[in-house]
């Protein structure tokens, strides 16, 4: 568990199936978009498979859809990436 430096709330960071690392909140809310495997790796569930998941399906937000400051956030990880 980690605190998010810029609102302070709980947070899990995981690392997705494409090898970034995401910080979600962490209380599984069932209109989340993230999913955990029992590996750890999560994934963004496509728009099109939500509706299929059965409710008892345990889901996350992301804490970028939550964070007040989560665009100040964005723009850092952005220029991180244009230097490599």
């Given at each position: 568990m980690s605190t998010c430096k810029s609102c302070g709330a709980e947070i899990r960071f995981v690392k997705t199936i494409t090898g970034n690392?995401?910080?979600?909140?962490?209380?599984?809310?069932?209109?989340?978009?993230?999913?955990?495997?029992?590996?750890g790796i999560a994934r963004v569930?496509?728009?099109?498979?939500?509706?299929?998941?059965?409710?008892?399906?345990?889901?996350?937000?992301?804490?970028?859809a939550t964070c007040p400051t989560a665009a100040e956030h964005r723009q850092a990880l952005t220029k991180g990436r244009s230097k490599k």
């Open positions: 690392t995401m910080p979600i909140d962490l209380t599984p809310t069932p209109d989340g978009i993230v999913q955990i495997f029992a590996n569930i496509p728009t099109d498979e939500r509706a299929a998941l059965p409710a008892t399906a345990v889901r996350y937000t992301s804490h970028f």
